[in-house]
């Protein structure tokens, strides 16, 4: 039996459907197995995916604790191994800090039980220096609490 034309239209829109979805997951196979196969790309786009910030190195220890804080964040909602972690942070180290980490990191990931938490002591050693905490402590050390000031206020000081 001779197909009409309207079957051999029907025939080939499904071919060209059925060649569309085969594409998509040949596509969507191709995408997963990248991945797959690297767990560190995984891990890198989850913890991109969070959107961290980046540390461009000033001296000023809030934004230093707000990043440090904030990737402490990221780490446990994408269960970022320890061993990893440092690897990812870096990367999101930008001007003074990123040279200052090119410089130094070698020597400091030298030393034996390197991890995160010695990483945040030799970041904070540079960009938390002995002269800026004694700045914050005397400053500390001389705040009173002001009678127009709500608790909150004083607490945000």
Known sequence: MAETPEQVAARIRTLKQLAQSFGLVLQN???NNHHGDDPQAAMAKNISA???PTFVGREDPLLLENWIRDFEKIFTGTGTPEA???DQAT???HEDADTWWESVGPIVKAHENFNWEAF???IKARFFPKHIRRQKYNEFSRFNQIYNMSVQEYAQK
């Open 29 to 31: 196979q191709l995408n």
């Open 50 to 52: 969070s959107k961290p």
């Open 84 to 86: 990893k972690k440092v």
């Open 91 to 93: 990367f999101y180290l």
């Open 120 to 122: 945040k002591i030799a």
